[in-house]
């Protein structure tokens, strides 16, 4: 094993390998963020378009004002976020880095291994170098935006581990397998075990709530508004593993498990002086080829995966929108009817309350009335008898004196009709008065 920690060539390799892994690894991760905002807000839509229409009634009115702008701005921002993801190709972006990357990494294995002894390998591998990056560039449609690497190189090793590169040494045989074809076998059969995992746990899910939709819908009753959502969550899970590319990943990985291990079978049964040189690079050639026609395998179908999850997911979205549509102007409907109602019924009760008030005002103006006449025919009569009887005193006064008087005469009913000598009489006095 010889060492070149000089070598510029090597280095500029590896740290072009590490920026677009790196760059491969910020760009799915915002990709997947952006696929599970959008499910998680197509869910949350169709539970908002639910309660809108099953249970405005019961709610107050600012509840369904809210429910109704939920409605609304719900698919607006899953719809925007899907034209977001597709105007800058965020999946696209992160396989095409990924597979330069890995085309790299492969050119740097071979440059180290096949190609160790090659006076013309620093010119073979600067120009794989600039190749794979115009391919880069073409494939993500000349927009092409990467963060600056400033990490170790390589930027996996680890000194504490022995099976760990170093990353600037030629490598023989039995090196080359322990750091390049034990490590790969190794990432991807713990890897698989983890997608295995992944994969029962979205499947059971999938089962769960797909059975719940069934369950639903047979039991009936108010129940059954329901099945739209349980079927939506169902949908996002089905749409979610295939967006992982679980079974893509799952069959790929388990083929390159198989053929690394008949590619180290085959090596550790060689003699030791069987090992030589030629050996060694059919050795090379073998895995690297099956590592890259996976990669290639793999990007090719999450490619077609991606197509396809665009294409559910834009339907999924007009789909959400027109029932969101529909809900918002079946609650609107449902407003203008109970706004029209408490209108009718203010007016009802408006109406009611003038004509108690003006009957209950008529009631007292003639309570009022008839305690005023009783009270007037009461003082008339009582002033009716007073002038009576202040007539009768001064008639008395001023024609007797201090006469006495015939009680006869004072109890006689002078009310009575006068009688024409009465009248002559009377004339008589008042005349002389």
């Known amino acids: 094993m010889s060492e070149n920690p000089q070598n510029k060539v090597l280095e500029t390799a590896w740290h072009r390998y590490a920026q677009l892994d790196a760059n491969a690894r910020i760009t799915k991760k915002r990709y997947m963020r952006l696929k599970r905002v959008m499910a998680s807000l197509t869910v949350l839509a169709v539970l908002f378009a639910i309660l809108a229409d099953a249970y405005s009634a019961s709610v107050p009115t600012w509840t369904q004002l809210i429910l109704r702008i939920l409605l609304i701005i719900t698919p607006i921002t899953t719809s925007i976020i899907a034209a977001f993801a597709n105007k800058f190709q965020q999946g696209q972006r992160y396989l095409a880095s990924r597979a330069a990357a890995e085309e790299i990494l492969k050119e740097i294995y071979v440059?180290?291994?096949?190609?160790?002894?090659?006076?013309?390998?620093?010119?073979?591998?600067?120009?794989?170098?600039?190749?794979?990056?115009?391919?880069?560039?073409?494939?993500?449609?000349?927009?092409?935006?990467?963060?600056?690497?400033?990490g170790d190189l390589?930027?996996?090793?680890?000194?504490?581990?022995?099976?760990?590169?170093?990353?600037?040494?030629?490598?023989?045989?039995?090196?080359?397998?322990?750091?390049?074809l034990e490590d790969q076998l190794a990432w991807h059969i713990k890897k698989n075990l983890e997608l295995q995992s992944e994969r029962k746990r979205i499947q059971w899910l999938i089962l769960t709530f797909g059975g719940g939709s069934a369950f639903l819908a047979a039991w009936g009753g108010s129940l059954v508004v329901w099945v739209a959502l349980t079927s939506t969550v169902a949908a996002a899970l089905i749409g979610w593993e295939e967006l992982l590319g679980l079974d893509i990943k799952v069959t790929n990985y388990s083929r390159v498990i198989l053929e690394l291990n008949i590619i180290r079978d085959q090596w550790q049964m060689l003699n030791e002086d069987e090992r030589t040189e030629e050996e060694a690079s059919k050795m090379v050639r073998a895995t690297e080829n099956i590592l890259w026609n996976q990669n290639i395998e793999f990007v090719n179908a999450m490619q077609k995966a991606l197509a396809a999850s665009d294409g559910e997911e834009e339907e999924l979205i007009k789909h959400v929108l027109e029932k969101g549509r529909v809900a918002s102007e079946q609650m609107q409907r449902k407003l203008y009817t109970e706004t029209e109602e408490l209108i009718d019924e203010g007016i009802d009760e408006a109406v009611g309350r003038v004509e108690k008030?003006?009957?209950?005002?008529?009631?007292?103006?003639?309570?009022?009335?008839?305690?005023?006449?009783?009270?007037?025919?009461?003082?008339?009569?009582?002033?009716?008898?007073?002038?009576?009887?202040?007539?009768?005193?001064?008639?008395i006064d001023e024609?007797?004196?201090?006469?006495?008087?015939?009680?006869?005469?004072?109890?006689?009913?002078?009310?009575?009709?006068v009688s024409e000598e009465d009248e002559n009489f009377i004339d008589e006095v008042w005349v002389d008065d």
């Open 111 to 150: 440059y180290r291994t096949v190609l160790k002894h090659s006076p013309a390998r620093n010119k073979w591998l600067s120009d794989r170098l600039a190749d794979i990056q115009r391919k880069l560039f073409r494939a993500v449609s000349g927009e092409l935006f990467l963060k600056q690497y400033k």
């Open 154 to 180: 390589p930027p996996y090793y680890d000194a504490s581990k022995e099976y760990s590169d170093p990353g600037y040494e030629d490598l023989t045989g039995p090196e080359y397998v322990t750091y390049r």
């Open 399 to 417: 024609d007797f004196g201090e006469m006495p008087v015939d009680e006869d005469f004072v109890d006689e009913d002078f009310t009575d009709p």
């Open 357 to 395: 008030s003006i009957e209950t005002s008529v009631e007292s103006l003639h309570e009022m009335y008839t305690d005023m006449r009783a009270i007037d025919e009461e003082e008339l009569a009582l002033a009716k008898s007073a002038v009576e009887e202040t007539v009768e005193d001064d008639f």
